[in-house]
């Protein structure tokens, strides 16, 4: 239901048949969370039901206006603010942003992979049909400073992880102002990532920073770690970067010089907390208990190890594309 909702949204030719979609959606996903065994999730759900149902009202009364006010152009403007912010809401973008860490936390790993690449895919795609472009600048901004600054102080991986995932929303809506193409590029890439690390966390059942110290864990483990997660910061030989590059590259052609300043720059930060967890993990010697061993299947490891390989050559072969 879940994948066929996103498809009936993408592939509907009327905004009436967009909501629709949304709301299979929704209703969808909400079992998908309820169904985990964490105390937080029944939470979770019913913060996650409210919000989309507000947005969702919010965008079927913007398109009921619209068919009213079809000739009115000062209202057109506004009404396609309200239809942004709508979607914007839906997939938890700045200023919307503050149900998306706190429904993750209430999540298990599974579920938050969806939560960060699958649920965003449908209401990008309605962003992209009609988009206010000096709104769209202005949200961009807003996700990356909060993406970097919100994930300064958290000691939750899910939160830092939906953190990262509002930073990495402000490349994506750029993404989209300025190809679909590019989107579904930088969504794919992005997607990669978010598996490993969710796939890895999960693994070893993780959920906050202090849990990577107290483990015997394989150097292989700990090095897998380091490449996957300066990948997702978007570091130069790593695969994350190459999305970043085609949407710098595009926006300095459209002399967005600001912007991309502004990007960058909270892309340093993103990896400086990045660093901070692969430094701690790396460097010191924590408490090693001799009962406590984590043991991985071995076909999952060397799945991890094929991925964690692309991530740090599949630079090198982009960049000869790019040549």
């Given at each position: 239901m879940l994948i066929f909702s996103t498809l009936i949204s993408i592939s509907s030719n009327s905004w009436l048949g967009c909501w629709i979609g949304l709301e299979i959606n929704l209703l969808s996903?909400?079992?998908?969370?309820s169904n985990s065994n964490n105390l937080l999730s029944t939470e979770a759900s019913l913060k996650y039901f409210l919000t989309q149902s507000i947005a969702s009202i919010n965008f079927l009364f913007s398109i009921l206006l619209k068919m009213i006010l079809l000739k009115n152009f000062e209202m057109n403007y506004f009404l396609s603010i309200m239809m942004n912010s709508s979607m914007l809401m839906k997939m938890g973008s700045a200023p919307f942003h503050f149900w998306f860490p706190n429904i993750i936390e209430g999540l298990s790993w599974f579920n938050n992979f969806l939560l960060m690449t699958w649920q965003k895919i449908t209401p990008m795609i309605i962003l992209s049909y009609y988009f206010n472009k000096n709104f769209l600048f202005i949200i961009i901004m807003m996700n990356v400073i909060i993406g970097a600054l919100g994930g300064l102080n958290q000691t939750s991986l899910r939160k830092l992880m939906a953190f990262s995932s509002i930073n990495n929303l402000g490349w994506m809506i750029s993404a989209i102002m300025i190809s679909e193409n590019l989107w579904m590029f930088y969504l794919f890439m992005y997607s990669f990532m978010i598996s490993i690390m969710c796939?890895?966390?999960?693994?070893?059942?993780?959920?906050?920073?202090?849990?990577?110290?107290?483990?015997?864990?394989?150097?292989?483990i700990k090095i897998n770690l380091l490449i996957n997660f300066l990948s997702l910061g978007g570091l130069p030989p790593f695969i994350g970067f190459f999305p970043k590059w085609i949407i710098i590259n595009f926006l300095i052609m459209n002399q967005l010089y600001f912007l991309i300043f502004i990007m960058i720059m909270m892309s340093l930060i993103v990896l400086f907390f990045y660093i901070r967890i692969i430094y701690s993990i790396f460097m010191f010697n924590y408490l090693k208990m001799k009962w406590f061993k984590i043991f991985i299947k071995?076909?999952?490891?060397?799945?991890?190890n094929i991925f964690s390989f692309f991530s740090i050559t599949g630079m090198i072969f982009s960049t000869f594309m790019y040549l």
């Open positions: 996903f909400i079992p998908l969370i796939f890895m966390f999960y693994m070893l059942n993780m959920f906050f920073i202090n849990q990577l110290f107290i483990n015997n864990m394989n150097s292989l071995n076909n999952k490891i060397s799945l991890i």
